[in-house]
């Protein structure tokens, strides 16, 4: 494709809307006694790779994009090629001109923007503004910003790669089409300032569709059957109740449950079995970006935009004391888990020296690449190992530190030992029935030391030992207690950041750099909220994906997104052109859109919910309507009629028999932004709901447990006589009382849909974690 060399610029408009007029190329006037001019994206940066290079050298910041597609028109030329049409960015005009005057001083001009296609693109632009020759050696790419990878990039400069120019053009025009073309049509269907996305439409049907398996889901009530026996130096150990099938028995209902426990208790068990097993876990890839904020997320509790920035913070380089500003990190953008053979051959005898030999590998781990990656660039990594975390303790914020100890972590496990465990399996025998009872420990903890202090109490990483008393083949075991296990199936989680984030690479859609603006752009526009860290679609979110999906099926369709990825890393590769991928797109996309134009006021008609308030203008009933701030009332005679008034859905209340605590009146259900809640029709007075379990409160005697929502969002069990009593529990509690220290028990339900029941009390011998810790002793 080939693109004039001419710079259209926008004039800033006052009172009139004036066009964009282009204006002559700008003319460099090299000096060949200047300096050798390069220019990076971003001040820190700048400042960082300055101070490595020298004075010979003059580094300045484009600020990211210097041009982009005009804001008031479309800017595509669809009948000849799909052609864009850029404007200098007017907020940057003080940039560019800054840029053009150090260029007439300099030499020369290296571009040295980020090492991805989005930095590829911008390259260009500035060989564009600047009269740089892009096919010639002006580009130069470096992963670290370290001496050693500074200079040797500035070495060997090459050409702007046209190939990855053209892939971030067509993912940026495809973008503004369906933008520019389809924003318009949901306008007419529910309300000016919507927007719709090629990626962010797919990530709000992919919650919407969630949201719909949540709700259609069937709880069905199971029941498991263990059972604790003891040996006869009185060591206690818990088995399962095993069906035909040799898997652990899953019963329907309490009367099954209570037949199976009639067979066993009270009743000794023999061992008939005692098969031990090692198991080597390898650690995990170092991070790309993707894993990098799932975790960040997961463990640290940070949005995938807080992530990101703050990645960047340690990319571009940070001061750090006695050695000035520092990169620390390798670019953080990747999809790429490779390791190079220099940083390999640097930390195999860091982990000997720090852990012993015992902790290396005998030979390097290779990690096998990730499906549709790139694989351009190396994988997040510290860029030296002398700034271990503990060493940047005052020059890294706080959060800064947190996050680079997840990686330095992440990095230094993924070439350790594997960690190596025996996991013990006994079969028992209890007249017809038979039992499996299971144990682990661990034979060397390998990459595990590193990981036992940063990861989650739960990850297989931080995996607690479990175990088994010794016993042998044919030995007698008498019988403790047993107990069925009541347990309900749960629909699927709700997604969450790092969720969703998973779901998105897993399809190929979207790329981990777009994540994070992605899930930013979702929640601004109102499609879905957050409830604690969970995603939940707003009826807005529902509706423009309903229309979506009826009209712009293949738009929003994951499988077509994911093969458009595909498409667009063909151009890059050089084996498919940009004019046939956005052709191909725009045959799809127009005859969806023409479909739709055709059928928009009958939409719209059909969707139309028509109220009983009448209009006191003209007579007619009045049609609920979705605005930007919520639902209100239009006529539907507009514009003959633009009466318009607030709809209030609060009139609908539905009486309760909850007593108002002022005046005595019976107080009404309403719904308001938050959710239902109780007020007061006399007196006006409001309280939140709260969920009575029946079970009496066992600290006071008097009060029930009731369940509430705390002001952040999260539930929790608590006395209705608060604050005269304070009893508070985080766990749904059951109406059953431990046997060792007669605390009232809980039910635990876990993402994966199983359940626990156990003692609330955390100093109790039988509560989970303490329980594992004691046997492991």
């Not at 960015?89 to 030499?107: C, F, P």
């Not at 594997?418 to 025998?429: K, M, R, Y």
């Amino acid at each position: 494709m080939s693109i004039k060399r001419t710079i259209t610029i926008g004039t800033k408009t006052r009172k009139k809307r004036t066009k964009n007029v282009e204006t002559p190329i700008f003319k460099r006037k090299s000096n060949p006694k200047g300096k050798h001019l390069v220019i990076v994206e971003s001040p820190a940066k700048a400042k960082t790779i300055e101070k490595i290079l020298g004075t010979k050298y003059k580094v300045m910041a484009s600020m990211g994009h210097l041009r982009d597609l005009p804001k008031k028109t479309l800017g595509i030329d669809l009948e000849n090629g799909f052609k864009p049409e850029y404007v200098n960015s007017t907020d940057r005009a003080d940039v560019i001109k800054n840029l053009q005057i150090e260029a007439n001083k300099s030499a020369d001009i290296l571009l040295a923007t980020d090492p991805d296609r989005e930095g590829e693109a911008i390259s260009w632009h500035l060989s564009t503004i600047l009269d740089v020759d892009p096919d010639k050696n002006v580009r130069v790419a470096f992963h670290e910003i370290t001496p050693p990878a500074i200079k040797e990039a500035i070495k060997n400069p090459v050409s702007v790669d046209m190939n990855r120019v053209n892939a971030q053009q067509a993912r940026r025009v495809l973008d503004r089409i369906v933008g520019y073309k389809l924003s318009p049509w949901l306008w007419k269907q529910v309300y000016r300032g919507l927007s719709a996305g090629r990626v962010q439409s797919v990530a709000v049907r992919i919650i919407c569709e969630r949201e719909e398996e949540i709700k259609s889901f069937i709880t069905e009530e199971y029941w498991h059957v263990n059972a604790v026996y003891k040996t006869d130096k009185g060591e206690c150990f818990t088995a399962q109740l095993l069906d035909d099938n040799g898997k652990q028995a899953k019963f329907p209902n309490k009367e099954t449950t209570d037949n199976a426990l009639n067979k066993i208790t009270g009743k000794g068990a023999v061992i008939t079995s005692v098969t031990k097993r090692k198991q080597q876990r390898k650690p995990k890839a170092p991070y790309t970006t993707s894993t990098m904020q799932q975790d960040a997320v997961n463990r640290l509790g940070f949005s995938s935009k807080k992530t990101m920035m703050l990645a960047q913070m340690l990319y571009e380089g940070v001061e750090i004391a006695g050695h000035g500003h520092v990169g620390l990190i390798t670019y953080m953008r990747t999809d790429s888990t490779r390791i190079s053979t220099e940083m390999i051959n640097q930390v195999r005898p860091y982990i000997s020296s720090v852990y012993g030999d015992e902790y290396v590998p005998k030979t390097p781990y290779v990690y096998s690449k990730t499906k549709d990656a790139q694989d351009a660039h190396e994988a997040i990594r510290p860029t030296s190992l002398a700034f271990s975390p503990e060493t940047l303790v005052g020059d890294l914020t706080r959060d800064q530190l947190k996050l680079y100890t997840l990686i330095w972590n992440r990095f230094i496990a993924s070439q350790m030992s594997t960690q190596i465990q025996q996991n013990t399996t006994a079969l028992l025998s209890c007249e017809e029935s038979i039992l499996r009872a299971s144990g682990m420990i661990v034979l060397f903890d390998g990459f595990t030391i590193l990981m036992k202090d940063t990861v989650k109490k739960k990850s297989k990483e931080n995996e607690i030992e479990k175990r088994l008393p010794l016993i042998v083949e044919g030995q007698k075991v008498s019988a403790v207690s047993s107990e069925g296990e009541q347990h309900f199936t749960s629909p699927p989680p709700r997604f969450t950041e790092a969720s969703l984030i998973k779901m998105l690479e897993e399809k190929g859609i979207g790329r981990p750099s777009t994540y994070a603006p992605i899930l930013e752009v979702i929640q601004k526009k109102k499609y879905v909220d957050k409830d604690g860290k969970q995603f939940i679609p707003t009826e807005l979110g529902f509706i423009v994906t309903n229309l979506l999906k009826k009209y712009f099926g293949r738009v929003v369709d994951i499988s077509f997104t994911a093969d458009m990825e595909k498409w667009l890393d063909q151009v890059a590769d050089g084996h498919a052109t940009y004019e046939k991928v956005l052709s191909d797109f725009y045959t799809i996309f127009s005859k969806e859109l023409s479909k739709a134009d055709a059928n928009s006021a009958e939409e719209k008609k059909n969707n139309q919910e028509i109220s009983d308030v009448v209009c006191e203008k003209c007579g007619a009933n009045m049609i609920i309507k979705l605005g930007r701030y919520g639902k209100y009332l239009a006529c539907p005679n507009f514009p003959d009629c633009k009466n318009i008034k607030p709809y209030n859905k609060e009139v609908k209340e539905e009486p309760s028999e909850v007593v108002c605590e002022k005046c005595q009146h019976l107080m009404n259900y309403k719904m308001g932004p938050y959710g239902r809640y109780l007020s007061c029709p006399s007196c006006g007075a409001s309280k939140s709901i709260v969920i009575d379990t029946g079970i009496t409160c066992p600290k006071c005697k008097n009060g029930h447990i009731v369940k509430r929502k705390s002001k952040k969002g999260r539930y929790f069990y608590g006395c209705n006589q608060y604050p005269s009593c304070n009893m508070v529990l985080w766990n749904e509690p059951v109406n059953d009382f431990c046997e060792v220290c007669g605390h009232i028990k809980v039910k635990r339900v876990y993402k994966n849909g199983t359940e626990k029941i156990f003692c609330s009390n955390q100093e109790c011998e039988t509560y989970p974690q303490k329980t594992r810790k004691t046997v492991a002793k």
